[in-house]
């Protein structure tokens, strides 16, 4: 069978940008603003990203907490990442947020307020200090205002056009990027002399998530297949309260006002008590002190272990048994929660007044491609912000720290790629005959009669995902992982068909091209995972479920051909050491009693 | 908290521009749980019956606004609206079709963006904490979690028959004219929006997926129309 190759439209931007989230954005705003001529590729309409589902907590040190400290908030992110993070990453988050905050307020964004001037604060997941600011919008009012300071500048947003890779000349030096409108099915190359890579994460390798639909990890697996390398990428992080069903809802976070209760406000109290089918209080096992107020990581395991252990409820999750004393306030800090509550499960539940079924769900994708302070990669011309990025949370994250990450290191992102691209100077379009044949591979699936219905396989990879990549691993069902990857790869892969014959917006073919990037991740997933054998943060072992001070190290995962080359790394701390604050490690919790 | 099942029936409304002369419709059945939504019998439909289908969703959960279907003739987002026996699932009106159930949003995008929904400034914004009541701060959040999911453009009368923009950028335009660092002739622009043409029909609140009130931001800008909107412009 004779395939023509497919058509192909050549264009220009100076900095192109993958990705239409709040790190996207803010990325495409600040290159925009430092005179590059920006084009930002969103994979659906530009409303579907991840950070408009997010509850929009951001943790900035405001001034308002007279017992925080710019110090206390680096080293709340060290204490949460396990040591593992990369500290001048965690410097820059800690030391930037806030004016990253007030960027938003005068995009337009009104921050919750106890006074005019003064903002609202609360605690979310694993803090020692009152810390994070929000907003009744969510992440709503953050991509709203985002959108229209783009609107505003003129800035290109093209719907629907998902990147496939990158294009490198023969020194590796990025010189475009392939994209397919999906509305069109038409292919797309963008010369360009710098690409950001904000796509977000991998939260649908997992059968079970809280993100959208879209992030399947794309740019991280472009990234990886250009030849930068990944780190942390074993852990995944999970939200461990969700809602059970209805089957949409599965999965989609239940918000930590109604899991914190009084907690919410005081650091002292405590959290809504979490059963199993037996009435146990089986936090109490895994953590004594925090008790249900644990951090993220370790109330995840917990609930998952009852689920597995056969101690949940027949619908697959635990129960929370929430205080109805904060119900006003709830109400009035998260309507759109309480709505859910009372659609999904009834006004008892609603009103916090009945137990509520939860379960884990796969929410945030902590490792992700190496970079630098300045968001640049190890190759030459590709940056990366956002989830896709890895390091600033090391083996956890704190609640309401994504917020500011993706606008701090956006922003970053953005300068660094205008500047990068000013000095590179004028250069003519390449890398044409490169991106023509890309694409013409991507096309296998459209045209080959008979074979294997991308959705089936997808599935399969969540499961796999889900049973032995996720908050419980051991050893052996890894490497079994690994082997039914192999086959996927292999086996699987080459037979993929499209049952669609219409080019415009065929949902096989997107999905056939997403597999690719799926199983490249889920690869370099359990991959990692195998290797640290030690239990840490998110990742957790049965064969070795304590912490193992020779693996507080990266592992970081490049590929080399078809195989992927996984080193050990020692973790990037702040030049010179003596900038790490003197109270780290000690945990700060004794400040904020 | 156990749940039933329930066998629905959808006439799901299939048009290629490309291909195709005319929509035809395409019945399928769906078994499911009694609370499935109308996305789960949708998306059941694609990973079982049809392969071909061309559908829109991201989020699932009420947030991005890009699920929104007609079903049985009212506009509704997918992931939000319950299932029914028999459904008749339709793209929103009156908006270009890319195919199946998915429109084309550029003339809806290219609309905001000609609305400048930026905060017009007559000072440049200092950096800090712009002195805002607390209750004013919250009006604002909420009149700013407009999905822009076009819902309530679909539903209202008066866009279907006189130059009305729709309900849901009279919203936004509420929304900067409240903020008080927006110093920009919202009220102008709601009237050349085409605002003094709403019935007053209240349908775009009642289906609003996200608790708005379009009509209660067109009442008050009419206020203002009468009786001056006590901000110098």
Known sequence: MVINQPEMAIEHADVLIAGSGAAGMRAAIAAHDAGANVVLLAKGPRRANHTRMSGGRYNAVSGFNPQDSTDAFFADTLESGVGINNYRMARVLADEAMDRAFDLEGYGLAWDRTDPSKYYLSMTGGGNFVRSMGSVDEGIGITEVMLHQMHARGIRVCDFHMLTDVIQDDDGRVVGGLAIDLSRGVWRFFSSGAVIIATGGTSQLYETSSGPAINTGDGIAIALRAGAELVDIEFMQFIPISFVYPPSARGYTLTEPAHYGKRHTDPNAEAAHLLNNKGERFALRHDPVRKEGSTRDVLARAIMLEILEGRGTPEGGVLMVPDAAVFDSFLKERPIYVKRLLENYGEAQARLQAPIQVMPSALYTLGGVVVDTWCRSGVPGLFVSGEAAGGVHGANRLGGSSMPDIQVFGRRSGMAAAEDVRALGAREVRGIERAKARAQTLEAAMHRPDGVRPPEVKKRIQKLMWDHVGLVRSGPRLEETLRAFREIREQVLPNLKVTAKSRVLNREWMEAIELENLLDIGEAMAASSLQRKETRGAHYRTDFPALDPQWTANIVVQRKGANLNIEKRAVVTLDPPSAVPAAFPQPARAAAR | ?233
């Open chain 2, 1 to 233: 908290m156990t749940t039933t099942t329930i066998t629905v029936t959808a006439e799901i409304r299939r048009f290629d521009p490309a291909q195709d002369a005319e929509p035809h419709y395409q019945q399928f059945q769906v078994t499911g749980m009694d609370n499935m939504r109308v996305l789960d019998v949708i998306r059941s439909v694609y990973e079982n019956q049809a392969g071909d289908l061309a559908y829109q969703f991201a989020c699932r959960i009420g947030r991005c606004g890009t699920c929104g279907v007609r079903v049985n003739g009212v506009p509704v987002l997918a992931c939000q609206e319950r299932c029914k026996p028999h459904m008749r699932i339709e793209p929103l009106t009156p908006f270009p079709v890319l195919r199946d159930l998915v429109i084309d949003r550029t003339e809806v995008e290219a609309r905001y963006s000609e609305l400048h929904l930026t905060p017009q400034r007559t000072q440049a914004y200092t950096g800090k904490a712009e002195a805002i009541e607390p209750a004013l701060a919250e009006h604002l959040c909420h009149l700013d979690s407009c999905l822009a999911c076009m819902v309530c453009v679909s539903a209202c009368p008066a866009v279907a028959e006189r130059p009305f923009d729709g309900p849901a950028f009279v919203l936004k335009l509420r929304h900067m004219a409240k903020h008080p660092a927006d110093h920009g002739n919202r009220l102008q622009q709601a009237v050349d929006g085409g605002m003094l043409e709403c019935f007053g029909c209240d349908l775009c609140t009642q289906l609003c997926p996200a608790d708005l009130s379009p009509a209660q931001a067109i009442r008050e800008f009419r206020k203002e129309l009468v009786f001056g909107t006590g901000k110098e412009s």
